[in-house]
């Protein structure tokens, strides 16, 4: 299009009008395009989006699908696309207003690794996915190193992550048509540090300018010329924004499907993050992975990730808790007996020079007392009154 409006004499730079599209241009120059001045550079920034399955990632689609771009929310700056997910794909769709870091982003050479999960029809060998480390050759055309792990099993069907830095064309479906296995839906969770978190599908947000200059680096920086220092012509809301769907997106999925599909449909629907596989839907075992650690086996401690994060940051970036000292249980009951034991009274010391007390009372040593040797029964207790014999 640049190139069409350049040969139709509809741009000027410094009030030339130019003729070819081969002509460097300066931060300074002036260009105009119909008369009216270009407007200046925007600073560099970077948009997190959500995907809809059922989109194109193009600007016009020539058959008249429903593109990304349709389903954006108003007040955003002119955005490209890092790369382009399927028509049927679904998750984490990187975009900025730089032309220059979008084409850096895009390139394998930068090493960022995609993470997807994908759910495929079909019997899922693990010998078959660990194979896949080492490349694959289909139809000709050689893939990369690629990491794919069993999830889980759901019926017919069964959930992988797979991880890969390449990115070609169908390059997921190709390689998974292979090894005999169907996929039935796709979805990108990460791409390099960027996380898809708890965005909802259709929302974007925007990265603060600070982390943004973090995770590039200053490698990638220097290679995309990003710009950190302009100004901001077109602000836009850092919290997850959405654009309402009308009464017409809303399409009738139950007519023509039986009700096994819907519900496995809404199973899989349930979350996009990863399920914990030890302790699935309805407490019943599952079967552990293979290659599973073993419960005694000492793990680093991983510090929480909120959903609403959608960068990743090295362990050493967060802050760590401060460490509890385990208390053993031999511990715990010296402590509670020693709380429930009571002081013993001393007894007083007895001086044998100090004379003793009279003997008050009652029964002294003469008379000790009843029920006492050397004491004299009392009358009436003990022994017949003396009239007693007279009567019988």
């Known amino acids: 299009d640049a190139e069409a409006m350049i040969l139709a004499g509809r741009v000027k730079v410094n009030g030339n009008l130019l003729s070819s599209?081969?002509?460097?241009?300066?931060?300074?120059?002036?260009?105009?395009?119909?008369?009216?001045?270009?407007?200046?550079?925007?600073?560099?920034?970077?948009?997190?989006?959500?995907?809809?399955?059922?989109?194109?990632?193009?600007?016009?689609?020539?058959?008249g699908r429903k593109t990304v771009f349709d389903v954006l929310p108003e007040g955003l700056p002119r955005l490209v696309t890092v790369g382009r997910l399927d028509f049927t794909t679904e998750g984490l769709l990187l975009m900025t207003n730089d032309g220059g870091l979008a084409r850096v982003l895009e390139l394998p050479s930068t090493g960022w690794l995609r993470r997807y999960r994908v759910r495929v029809h079909g019997e899922a060998?693990?010998?078959?996915?660990?194979?896949?480390?080492?490349?694959?050759?289909?139809?000709?055309?050689?893939?990369?190193?690629?990491?794919?792990?069993?999830?889980?099993?759901?019926?017919?069907?069964?959930?992988?992550?797979?991880?890969?830095?390449?990115?070609?064309?169908?390059?997921?479906?190709?390689?998974?048509?292979?090894?005999?296995?169907?996929?039935?839906?796709l979805i990108r969770i990460s791409y390099g540090p960027f996380q898809l978190g708890g965005l909802e599908p259709g929302s974007i947000v925007e990265l603060k300018g600070r982390t943004l200059r973090d995770q590039l680096g200053e490698r990638l920086i220097a290679e995309a010329g990003a710009d950190f220092e302009a100004d901001i012509l077109k602000p836009f809301?850092?919290?997850?924004?959405?654009?309402?769907?009308?009464?017409?997106?809303?399409?009738?999925?139950?007519?023509?499907?039986d009700r096994q599909s819907l519900r496995e449909e809404a199973l899989g629907r349930l979350q996009t993050s990863k399920p914990d596989a030890g302790t699935p839907r309805g407490g019943k075992q599952r079967e552990r992975r293979e290659n599973e650690e073993p419960q005694d086996k000492k793990r680093e401690f991983q510090p929480p990730r909120s959903r609403a994060s959608n960068v990743w940051m090295a362990p050493g970036a967060r802050p760590q808790p401060k460490k509890v000292r385990r208390v053993s249980r031999?511990?715990?009951?010296?402590?509670?007996?020693?709380?429930?034991?009571?002081?013993?009274?001393k007894k007083p010391r007895l001086d044998k020079n100090r004379p003793e007390k009279p003997e008050t009372g009652r029964y002294s040593k003469t008379n000790p007392g009843p029920g006492k040797p050397g004491r004299p029964a009392p009358a009436g207790r003990g022994s017949r009154k003396p009239d007693a014999d007279r009567r019988r």
């Open 125 to 185: 060998d693990p010998a078959a996915l660990e194979k896949l480390k080492e490349g694959i050759a289909v139809d000709g055309v050689l893939y990369g190193a690629i990491d794919a792990e069993l999830e889980r099993r759901q019926g017919s069907n069964a959930w992988l992550v797979v991880s890969l830095r390449e990115g070609k064309n169908r390059e997921i479906k190709n390689v998974m048509g292979a090894l005999g296995l169907d996929v039935t839906r």
């Open 21 to 63: 599209p081969a002509f460097n241009v300066g931060p300074k120059d002036v260009i105009l395009v119909d008369g009216e001045r270009l407007p200046e550079r925007e600073r560099t920034r970077l948009f997190l989006f959500h995907k809809p399955a059922g989109t194109m990632t193009t600007n016009r689609d020539p058959e």
């Open 330 to 345: 031999d511990e715990v009951r010296a402590e509670r007996d020693k709380a429930q034991e009571t002081p013993q009274r």
């Open 237 to 257: 809301s850092s919290k997850p924004v959405k654009e309402k769907p009308t009464a017409m997106d809303k399409p009738a999925r139950h007519v023509g499907r």
